[in-house]
Structure formats: structure tokens, C-alpha cells
């Protein structure tokens, strides 16, 4: 099922998308659908989707036994995984990757998953890094003879970082992601989110739930500069003065 949450442009205060985006044909029907839809009931509105705010759920069979003492059906703790499904929470970007690796043979290079989704490659490699790190996909080199394969195990985040650098800085056009067919986990749900702060070095937009540095005037600054860059709390309590803001407009406009 499609979900979609309509929103005022200007009222709430949402990010920019930072790179352009092709969703998957399965989903774009569906989504010309909706705004043909919403276009009969709101004339004169423009629908805009915001892809670099959606999630979606994907499911996928469970290889090992769920552990879930409240769902057991043997009082053991564990239940039987011949009917579970393991829920994949996951941006669109996330999951229109994995969707064009499947329908390949379970393989495919970052150039082509590039050309395809049309993303920018720092904002594809950064929502890459998880679904590697997770060991839900294989990474290789093609550049390098050797097999620089990783897996889900302990040493997957070591090995990731050390050989293709910190969000996949180190990945080229030619490395190739391959479904992990093997890929097993004893939980219900599984989240593959990538991290809410950007990437070493800083740099770059916000993208989907990432989010880099905000430059603001700094509050209770002594002499000097008034300005600089505000990170963790201080991000959080600017949006929540924003999200405050946002409400009583809302409000406002709604008597």
C-alpha cells in the first residue's frame, strides 16, 4: 500500500531535496495515480513529492529462527520462521536500489544504479553504506583482483571503511553491489536507515534523514564573529522552534 502525507509547501519547514531522483516504474504509476487524484479534489494545487523524505517497508523471508518471547508459539522465545517475513525499513533511495539489483540477477555496478535512479553518486553512496554494512548486499571492487568481498560479520564495518573509505568515498562507478543471498537475522524488523549526521569531511547537503551542519548565529556568543555552525542539540531545538512555528500557522490558516 502507497501513503502519502500532503503537505502545504511553505508552511512546514522542509528540506530541499539535494540530488534528482527516478523512483522505480512500479512506483511512478502509482504515484501519477495519486496526483491525478489529488488534482481532481484540490484544483489549481501542484502535487511535489518529496522522495528524499519517504520510507518504505520491504519484506523478506527469514533464513534463521525470530526471536520474540511475546509472538512465541512454543514458549521458548522462538518462533517458527517458516512463514515470518523480516521488515526492512528503508529510504526510497534504498529501496529503488535494491528493487533494480534484484530485478538484475542480484548484481550491479554503482555506475548503472547511478544512471538509472539518476542520484548524485555522494548522496547514492551514502544510503549504500548501510545496506553493505548490514551485510543485506556484497560489495566488490573491479579495479582490484582480489576478492574485497564483505559480509555481514563483526569485521564487515572494518574491512568497509579501511578498503572504500568513510560513505563510500573510495567506491567507483565499477564497484559492483551483489544481493547477499545468504543474509540471515533472528529480528522481526530490521532498520536500514543511514545515519542522521552526515559523513566525515562535513560536507554536503542534507539528505533524507542525514543532515550536515546548519550555519546560524550562535546564541549567548561573547565578542567576535556572531556566527559559526551549531551541531546536536542546538540543530534539534532549531527545529523544534520551527516545528512550533509551523503548528500555529497551521492554526492559524485552519479558522
Not at 1 to 8: D, E, G, M, S, W
Not at 56 to 77: D, H, M, Q, V, W
Not at 138 to 163: G, Q
Not at 169 to 192: D, M, P, Q, R, Y
Amino acid at each position: 500500500p502507497l501513503t502519502v502525507h500532503v503537505l502545504a509547501l511553505g508552511t512546514w519547514p522542509l528540506q530541499a531535496p539535494a540530488s534528482s531522483f527516478r523512483p522505480p516504474e512500479s512506483v511512478t504509476s502509482r504515484l501519477e495515480e495519486f496526483a491525478k487524484f489529488y488534482g481532481g479534489k484540490m484544483p489549481g494545487r501542484v502535487v511535489m513529492f518529496s522522495h528524499h523524505l519517504s520510507r518504505a517497508e520491504l519484506e523478506a523471508p527469514a533464513s534463521k529462527p525470530i526471536i520474540n518471547p511475546t509472538t512465541s508459539n512454543n514458549g521458548s522465545g522462538i518462533v517458527d520462521h517458516g512463514n515470518v517475513k523480516v521488515k526492512l525499513i528503508a529510504t526510497a533511495f534504498q529501496a529503488t536500489a535494491l528493487d533494480l539489483i534484484h530485478n538484475n540477477n542480484g548484481a550491479m555496478t554503482l555506475g548503472t544504479l547511478q544512471e538509472k535512479t539518476l542520484l548524485h553518486g555522494e548522496v547514492l553512496s551514502q544510503h549504500m553504506r548501510p545496506l553493505v554494512q548490514r551485510g543485506i548486499l556484497l560489495c566488490k571492487s573491479s579495479d582490484d583482483n582480489k576478492d574485497n568481498t564483505t559480509t555481514s560479520s563483526s569485521s564487515s564495518s572494518s574491512s568497509f571503511s579501511s578498503a572504500f573509505g568513510s560513505a563510500g568515498s573510495g567506491w567507483t562507478n565499477e564497484t559492483l553491489f551483489i544481493a547477499n543471498k545468504t543474509w540471515s537475522t533472528h529480528k522481526l524488523k530490521v532498520s536500514v536507515l543511514p545515519s542522521t549526521k552526515s559523513t566525515a569531511g562535513g560536507g554536503g547537503a542534507a539528505t533524507g534523514p542525514m543532515m550536515s551542519p546548519i550555519p546560524m548565529t550562535k546564541r549567548g556568543s561573547s565578542k567576535g564573529s556572531s556566527s559559526g555552525t551549531i551541531e546536536g542539540g542546538d540543530i534539534m531545538e532549531e527545529r523544534h522552534v520551527k516545528l512550533m512555528a509551523a503548528t500555529v500557522r497551521l492554526m492559524k490558516q485552519s479558522k
